[in-house]
């Protein structure tokens, strides 16, 4: 039997998978991380169901398992679709998964986790109106409003990704293929792997950011092309859903310099005559999304 005193959340990533408990309070009692098994369908499921073992082992008793995937569960189908992990869709990830476990699960996108976690007591607290935004391997977006997530009838509320980039340059036409089939899509430019790509040396976003505070220019111009990209991205968001607050989630959202540069490019592109939208770091970092998982009971 379930105990309603801890809960279990585990944020499904496309290089890590991360395991938290949380006490009734908010309280974290126990986290894990370990890397995510690449291309295996099989091998996900044991990574998930062997941390959420350690955890309880750990503890010494079982609490709720909530799971943010990259990617959602269709209404239609009741099978996962639009992962960028691409061996889990077609899957029915939920019930393999409670399969594995002995126990029901509650899987979201894990950007929807991440913008939930981070609006309701993280740095979006006490704003009406969050975007949360996965900036990782892939690219997603989770949209809040009043405490609520908000959700529609194709689970797809948030995927700001597989939009095309707006108001492309000459030189980003057609754009880098998408697993999704299209090309130009913004997770092929924002995404870490569509930053190494754009750049060339296979750098990381870490390497480059202190690359260019070094004084490089080639990563300068990448970082620079980058942002211009992102302040674009998110400008059409302002356009659309006029957030109080940005939060940026993921790896690539411990570049520090994103909070200046990108709130300075994009009033170019916002239909006002003023942006008093704020773009802010996640406070509870960079895996903020696996509370989010965690809150899904």
């Known amino acids: 039997m379930i105990a309603p005193t801890m809960r279990i959340g585990v944020d499904l990533g496309g290089t890590k998978t991360e395991a938290i408990a ?89 950007a929807d ?69 299209r090309h130009g899509c913004i997770e092929t430019f924002l995404s870490g792997p569509g930053l190494a790509r754009d750049h060339g040396t296979g750098q990381a976003a870490d390497q480059l950011a202190a690359a260019a505070e070094a004084g490089d220019p080639a990563a300068e111009a990448s970082l620079a092309r980058y942002e211009d990209r992102l302040a674009r991205a998110l400008a059409s968001v302002i356009n659309l859903f006029d957030p109080h607050a940005i939060i940026l989630g993921g790896g690539l959202s411990r570049m520090e310099r994103l909070y200046r540069s990108v709130p300075a490019r994009w009033s170019r592109w916002v239909f006002s005559d003023s942006v008093s939208t704020r773009l802010l770091p996640p406070l509870h970092g960079d895996s903020s999304g696996v509370r989010g998982a965690a809150w899904l009971w």
């Open 22 to 110: 949380l006490g009734t309070d908010g309280a974290v009692l126990s986290r894990r991380r370990v890397p995510s098994a690449q291309g295996s369908y099989s091998a996900t499921i044991a990574v998930i169901k062997s941390l959420v073992e350690a955890v309880e082992n750990e503890l010494g008793r079982t609490g709720s398992v909530g799971i943010g995937i990259p990617g959602t569960i269709s209404p239609a189908t009741g099978l996962v679709k639009n992962a960028n992990s691409t061996w889990l869709i077609g899957q029915p990830l939920d019930r393999d998964l409670a399969d594995a476990l002995g126990r029901p699960v509650r899987l979201a996108n894990d």
């Open 113 to 181: 986790c991440f913008a939930l976690s981070e609006a309701s007591d993280g740095a979006g607290a006490g704003a009406a109106t969050v975007f949360g935004v996965i900036l990782g391997t892939g690219v997603g977006g989770g949209l809040v409003a009043h405490g609520r997530l908000i959700s529609g009838p194709n689970a797809i509320a948030g995927e700001w990704g597989h939009n095309p980039l707006p108001w492309p340059t000459d030189a980003e036409r057609p754009g880098p293929a998408c697993y999704c089939g």
